[in-house]
């Protein structure tokens, strides 16, 4: 929240996080407490403002909900990394990142708690309009850390109230009753809570992010009715829309847009992002952390509407020629001008023989081409472009760009899923697709001359379509591992070898295409010839591996070793 004043740990609570009483009570009695907290208006706006503080929790300099996409089919994170690990299948229940999100998550339910449980002492001298947002802000807090909390890790103990060091030791409580839970609080929250905000308030939850975050979870949960009902009611409000660049969206141009519905605002004396830095390219002094997939690259759509199989616009020589625009906006591929340090612009290119590339300013000259000669340089060939802004390159690892969490895209393509789900397909389905594929080409929705256009009201062909609109719109946003879990596509897409780029020139222009299933996912069966040549390619993961048991995250060790309630059990196959 960059207008919102964060105060990380100005509120502290006795919280369940699965360490010891030690921990519990380990903070000073020096420091704010409820006993003497919480009885003016100017605490509780703190309070709730240091509720959102977990929200940016970082892993390896990126947020987390960013990093959880190097862990799905979209991304690889090229360092040793957790989200490596947890890509090839080989965490385990000590697995960092699998404990802090948790921990962070609880973190963040018993500052809400505190908040909520004494906030009541400040009634009298709070004016009742900011009583009410301060108590819909901490409900929609409390369950969007427990809608996270239940998406990895299925049952989880629900912790409804301030708990003393003798009450924390808890059962898990079942993932239906934690939803309900969720749906509750979202309601209390959208009842509460202001459509939109001005001035230094600017970037609080509002009426419909309570909407659009209990349309999201009914979605994972097939509640399709439910989900169906909260998007549109989002949609009706009429408050939200499509920015018109898609690329510009994920720039400072686009930030706290109609079409951010929630997002972390950084603010350089509060918090930053190493996003730029760690996506970007070698030439850009870069890191080429968080690395597209081959498989996101081919999964973008041909201008005729049709997947690379299919369609004779696909040409194998130049990949994002006749392809959705969204391609080139999320992707930085060969022939794209790009920015670097000090000011230059130079053009991109992977090609294993281009050792130079041109600089264009600000002068013409050929300089060496980090892309290909330094070993750590992308292995697959693309680099994300999303959240990456010239504006950063000068102090790259002390961003302040806003990362939305929720944004009216995926609202709509919510309502459309749940629709197709629940067979009630009419024309608000076709247009709620629409308005996010034309708003890739930069067009309105009714020029369907000047956009391949969604006609059909076949369920089987909708539901294949909005699954590959879900996987490309909101392509390294964090919302993928949960879209391959709920469909039960894991298995499919996660397994086997995670191919790199070609770097043989003699195949490099001629690979051959993969074949598409009906989730959009690409087979690499074809690339299995090529393999006994040593020196083909760059090969990513060899190979990932995703069992049954991965489509939950283990309980952190921590918690299993401390919490010995009979009822407080690891998930199987940990």
Same mark, same amino acid.
């Given at each position: 929240?960059?207008?919102?004043?964060?105060?990380?740990?100005?509120?502290?609570?006795?919280?369940?996080? #699965?360490?010891?009483?030690?921990?519990?009570?380990?903070?000073?009695?020096?420091?704010?407490?409820?006993?003497?907290?919480?009885?003016?208006? $100017?605490?509780?706006?703190?309070?709730?403002?240091?509720?959102?503080?977990?929200?940016?929790?970082?892993?390896?300099?990126?947020?987390?909900?960013?990093?959880?996409?190097?862990?799905?089919?979209?991304?690889?994170?090229?360092?040793?990394?957790?989200?490596?690990?947890?890509?090839?299948?080989?965490?385990?229940?000590?697995?960092?990142?699998?404990?802090?999100?948790?921990?962070?998550?609880?973190?963040?339910?018993?500052?809400?708690?505190?908040?909520?449980?004494?906030?009541?002492?400040?009634?009298?001298?709070?004016?009742?309009?900011?009583?009410?947002?301060?108590?819909? @802000?901490?409900?929609?807090?409390? *369950?969007?850390?427990?809608?996270?909390?239940?998406?990895?890790?299925? %049952?989880?103990?629900?912790?409804?109230?301030?708990?003393?060091?003798?009450?924390?030791?808890?059962?898990?409580?079942?993932?239906?009753?934690?939803?309900?839970?969720?749906?509750?609080?979202?309601?209390?929250? /959208?009842?509460?809570?202001?459509? !939109?905000?001005?001035?230094?308030?600017?970037?609080?939850?509002?009426?419909?992010?309570?909407?659009?975050?209990?349309?999201?979870?009914?979605?994972?949960?097939?509640?399709?009715?439910? /989900?169906?009902?909260?998007?549109?009611?989002?949609? %009706?409000?009429?408050?939200? !829309?499509?920015?018109?660049?898609?690329?510009?969206?994920?720039?400072?141009?686009?930030?706290?847009?109609?079409?951010?519905?929630? *997002?972390?605002?950084?603010?350089?004396?509060?918090?930053?992002?190493?996003?730029?830095?760690?996506?970007?390219?070698?030439?850009?002094?870069?890191?080429?952390?968080?690395?597209?997939?081959?498989?996101?690259?081919?999964?973008?759509?041909?201008?005729? #509407?049709?997947?690379?199989?299919?369609?004779?616009?696909?040409?194998?020589?130049?990949?994002?020629?006749?392809?959705?625009?969204?391609?080139?906006?999320?992707?930085?591929?060969?022939?794209?001008?790009?920015?670097?340090?000090? #000011?230059?612009?130079?053009?991109?290119?992977?090609?294993?023989?281009?050792?130079?590339?041109?600089?264009?300013?600000?002068?013409?000259?050929?300089?060496?081409?980090? @892309?290909?000669?330094?070993?750590?340089?992308?292995?697959? #060939? +693309?680099?994300?472009?999303?959240?990456?802004?010239?504006?950063?390159?000068?102090?790259?690892?002390?961003?302040?760009?806003?990362?939305?969490?929720?944004? +009216?895209? @995926?609202?709509?393509?919510?309502?459309? $899923?749940?629709?197709?789900?629940?067979?009630?397909?009419?024309?608000?389905?076709?247009?709620?697709?629409?308005?996010?594929?034309? =708003?890739?080409?930069?067009? /309105? /929705?009714?020029?369907?001359?000047? +956009?391949?256009?969604?006609?059909?009201?076949?369920?089987? $062909?909708?539901?294949?379509?909005?699954?590959?609109?879900?996987?490309? $719109?909101?392509?390294?946003?964090?919302?993928?591992?949960?879209?391959? =879990?709920?469909?039960?596509?894991? @298995?499919?897409?996660?397994?086997?070898?995670?191919?790199?780029?070609?770097?043989?020139?003699?195949?490099?222009?001629?690979?051959?295409?993969?074949?598409?299933?009906?989730?959009?996912?690409? %087979?690499? *069966?074809?690339?299995?010839?090529?393999?006994?040549?040593?020196?083909?390619?760059?090969?990513?993961?060899?190979?990932?591996?995703?069992?049954?048991?991965?489509?939950?995250?283990?309980?952190?060790?921590?918690?299993?070793?401390?919490?010995?309630?009979?009822?407080?059990?690891?998930?199987?196959?940990?």
């Amino acid at each position: 929240m960059k207008k919102v004043n964060i105060i990380i740990g100005l509120v502290y609570a006795v919280l369940l996080v #699965g360490c010891n009483k030690d921990y519990l009570n380990r903070y000073p009695e020096d420091q704010p407490n409820s006993a003497t907290y919480f009885t003016t208006a $100017e605490q509780l706006n703190l309070a709730v403002s240091g509720a959102y503080a977990n929200l940016s929790y970082q892993q390896d300099g990126f947020p987390y909900q960013m990093q959880l996409e190097g862990t799905s089919d979209l991304i690889w994170q090229r360092p040793t990394t957790d989200a490596q690990t947890i890509g090839l299948g080989q965490h385990t229940s000590n697995t960092t990142m699998i404990r802090t999100i948790w921990t962070q998550s609880y973190i963040g339910i018993g500052r809400c708690n505190m908040l909520l449980d004494n906030m009541s002492k400040a009634k009298a001298v709070t004016p009742a309009a900011q009583y009410s947002r301060i108590e819909g @802000e901490a409900k929609f807090l409390r *369950a969007y850390y427990y809608a996270n909390l239940i998406s990895l890790y299925g %049952d989880v103990p629900l912790v409804v109230k301030s708990i003393t060091p003798e009450e924390s030791f808890l059962p898990r409580t079942s993932k239906v009753e934690v939803l309900n839970f969720i749906f509750t609080d979202l309601d209390s929250a /959208a009842a509460k809570l202001p459509l !939109s905000y001005t001035g230094t308030d600017i970037g609080r939850a509002t009426k419909t992010s309570a909407l659009a975050l209990k349309a999201r979870i009914a979605l994972y949960n097939s509640k399709w009715d439910i /989900a169906a009902a909260a998007s549109k009611s989002v949609m %009706d409000l009429g408050y939200h !829309s499509l920015y018109p660049s898609y690329r510009n969206l994920f720039m400072y141009a686009g930030e706290n847009s109609r079409e951010s519905i929630f *997002a972390f605002d950084y603010k350089l004396t509060i918090r930053t992002t190493a996003t730029p830095q760690n996506n970007q390219a070698r030439n850009s002094s870069g890191f080429s952390g968080l690395v597209p997939t081959r498989a996101l690259a081919d999964s973008y759509e041909c201008t005729d #509407g049709q997947t690379i199989d299919k369609s004779p616009l696909y040409s194998t020589a130049d990949p994002f020629k006749n392809r959705d625009p969204r391609m080139r906006q999320t992707l930085l591929g060969d022939g794209d001008t790009w920015f670097g340090a000090g #000011g230059i612009t130079f053009n991109m290119t992977y090609h294993p023989d281009s050792t130079t590339c041109t600089r264009y300013s600000p002068t013409i000259a050929k300089i060496p081409n980090l @892309e290909v000669t330094n070993a750590f340089s992308s292995y697959s #060939g +693309y680099i994300m472009k999303k959240y990456l802004d010239p504006l950063d390159i000068a102090v790259p690892n002390q961003s302040e760009l806003a990362f939305m969490l929720i944004r +009216y895209a @995926e609202v709509l393509l919510t309502y459309a $899923e749940a629709k197709i789900e629940l067979n009630q397909i009419d024309a608000s389905v076709l247009t709620a697709i629409n308005l996010v594929r034309a =708003r890739g080409y930069g067009v /309105a /929705a009714t020029q369907t001359t000047l +956009y391949p256009s969604i006609n059909t009201t076949n369920q089987t $062909e909708l539901r294949s379509i909005v699954r590959r609109e879900r996987k490309i $719109e909101l392509a390294g946003e964090g919302l993928r591992l949960f879209d391959i =879990r709920r469909w039960n596509i894991a @298995e499919k897409v996660m397994n086997g070898i995670l191919f790199g780029k070609a770097m043989n020139k003699a195949i490099y222009y001629t690979l051959p295409k993969p074949t598409l299933d009906a989730n959009s996912s690409p %087979d690499y *069966a074809s690339f299995n010839s090529l393999l006994p040549v040593s020196g083909n390619f760059k090969i990513m993961d060899n190979p990932r591996v995703f069992k049954p048991h991965n489509y939950l995250w283990p309980i952190p060790q921590a918690e299993i070793d401390v919490n010995k309630n009979p009822g407080f059990v690891q998930n199987p196959g940990y």
